[in-house]
Each structure stands twice: as C-alpha cells, then as structure tokens.
C-alpha cells in the first residue's frame, strides 16, 4: 500500500460544478500537504501548499487537510473546461525534502 | 516555468545504448531531482541531489546514474537503456535551506526505448 492513495478517476463533472478530489494518506509524520496540476504532455504545476491542518484557499481553489483522519482534498469551484487535467497529492514530513505523491487524479469537465 | 529546462524534450533510442537527459535550473536551488512518470505507478524517484556531488538514490535508482559537477545542472544517465526505461522523466528543483519548500518541476523528456 502506498503511504498516499489517490482515486485515478477519471472525475467527469459539467462546467460550474463544484469538484472534491482527494487523497488519504497513513504517516502519522506527514506534515506539509501538496496539490499539483498536471496538464497534458506538461510537467506538474504547483497549486496549493498547505502546512497541518486547515483550510487554504486560493482563488477557486481551496485545500484542506484533516489530520485527524488523514484526509486531503481539493475543492475546485466553478468549474471550468480549462481544469481539466490530472491533479497529483502529495505530502511530507518536516524536514525531508523528499515528498510521495499519489498517483494522480483525471478531472474532465466538459462545457 | 519555474526556470528549469529539460533537454532533450523527445528521445528515441535503442535497447543497450546509453541515453543522458540533463536538466538545467536558472533558480540557483540546492535541491534537483529526476523522477519518471508511468501509467499506474505515478511519479517514482530516481535520484536526488542535495548539492554539487551530493546525490543519492530515490525508489527506482537500479540502471540508472546522475551527476551534478555545477550547482545548475543535473544529469541522469542510463548506461545501457532498456524498454523499461521507456517513460516520461521529470527533473524537479526546490529551495536551498527551507525543508518545507516545495518542489517545481520541468516540463519531461519524453523517452522511448526501442
């Protein structure tokens, strides 16, 4: 079992809906949580960064980590078409510099 | 972009002959990184370096070397490439001295093994 599991999808959802993606993860150590964007043929983008738990938001976008249930997610507002990617979890623990990732999951929204 | 370059972009080689991928970071970063990028597995880590002749081995390291002689370049060798090795590699960076910076990424070599 990977330390991070990540749903592949893929996640088909319609233009302006409200997406969840999320991860679950077992290191009771993992303390900075990621979320990367990866479009086709494209290297990963970072798109959130988040330390214990709480809720981060950005534009559109909001993370949260609760650490209680070593939950992850991602929610994405209003979706658009352009969001249609892969978006990758990873975290890790204070002091490494070496995240794990999940395995990625597809989103498509479709117009 | 965060200013790193991955060269070549494509690459198709035959089985046995040796390949090297370089990536270059303009960020001045202490940390560089390869990972390839498989259907089903995600990204798995190769090797990482944490300064000019520093390295180590990540997860998937078995036929595979790197180098680091310049603080901005990193390269990553196959010896003798197989058609395992066919895969998307992905060189990343992240800041010198901060344990909780984040990684950037390249945009990948797209590497096939015939």
């Known amino acids: 079992q990977k330390e991070v599991e990540q749903d592949p999808g893929p996640l088909s959802v319609p233009e302006g809906a409200i997406v969840s993606l999320n991860c679950t993860y077992s290191n009771s150590a993992f303390q900075y949580f990621m979320w990367y964007r990866q479009y086709s043929r494209k290297g990963p983008e970072l798109l959130m960064y988040t330390y214990s738990s709480g809720n981060k938001e950005d534009g559109r976008f909001t993370a949260q980590v609760d650490k209680s249930s070593k939950y992850i997610s991602l929610f994405i507002r209003d979706s658009q078409p352009s969001d249609s990617a892969t978006y990758l979890c990873?975290?890790?623990?204070?002091?490494?510099?070496?995240?794990?990732f999940g395995r990625g999951t597809s989103l498509i929204v479709h117009p | 972009d965060a200013g790193i370059t991955q060269s070549p972009r494509h690459k198709v080689t035959e089985t046995g002959t040796p390949v090297t991928l370089r990536c270059h970071q303009t960020e001045n970063h202490r940390y560089m990184y390869w990972y390839r990028q498989d259907p089903g597995h995600g990204l798995r880590l190769i090797h990482y370096?944490?300064?000019?002749?520093?390295?180590d081995k990540g997860e998937v390291s078995d036929g595979y070397s790197v180098s680091r002689s310049k603080t901005e370049d990193f390269l990553l060798t196959l010896e003798s490439a197989t058609s395992s090795q066919t895969s998307v590699y992905f060189c990343a960076i992240s800041e010198e001295g901060v344990s909780n910076s984040p990684l950037h990424f390249g945009n990948g070599t797209r590497l096939t093994v015939t």
């Open positions: 990873a975290s890790k623990s204070g002091g490494s510099y070496i995240p794990t």
């Open positions: 370096s944490y300064g000019v002749k520093d390295t």
